[in-house]
């Protein structure tokens, strides 16, 4: 049966906090074993695209889910898409504008 594994970045794959910047060998190859087992790996996170470091993206990852699930893209294709309204996002960064 082909699974889906979805991982987050911060304190799964690389802990910052710790200093551990990178996605290490071992983290790697698990990773790598799972695709090889048939199984689909996602990168999950609240991060935008532009927030993640392209040295994760290279890691061959089967597609993203962006900003808490507002953008899942799979082998490089966006297949849903649901950005906040502006409106709602000037009242969460100012209340007054509304």
Same mark, same amino acid.
Do not use: W
């Given at each position: ?16 906090? %710790?200093?551990?910047? %990178?996605?290490? &060998? %071992?983290?790697?190859?698990?990773? %790598? ?5 048939? &199984? ?59």
């Amino acid at each position: 049966m082909t699974k889906a594994v979805f991982c987050d970045i911060d304190g799964t794959l690389i802990d910052v906090t %710790k200093g551990q910047t %990178k996605v290490t &060998h %071992k983290v790697y190859e698990a990773l %790598k074993a799972a695709q090889n087992a048939g &199984h689909y790996i996602f990168l999950a996170t609240g991060r935008p695209f532009t927030y993640i470091d392209p040295g994760l993206l290279n890691l061959g990852f089967d597609g993203l889910v962006l900003m808490n699930g507002a953008v899942v893209v799979i082998r490089d294709k966006v297949i849903f898409e649901e950005p906040l309204e502006n409106s709602i996002v000037k009242n969460i960064v100012d209340p007054r504008l509304d």
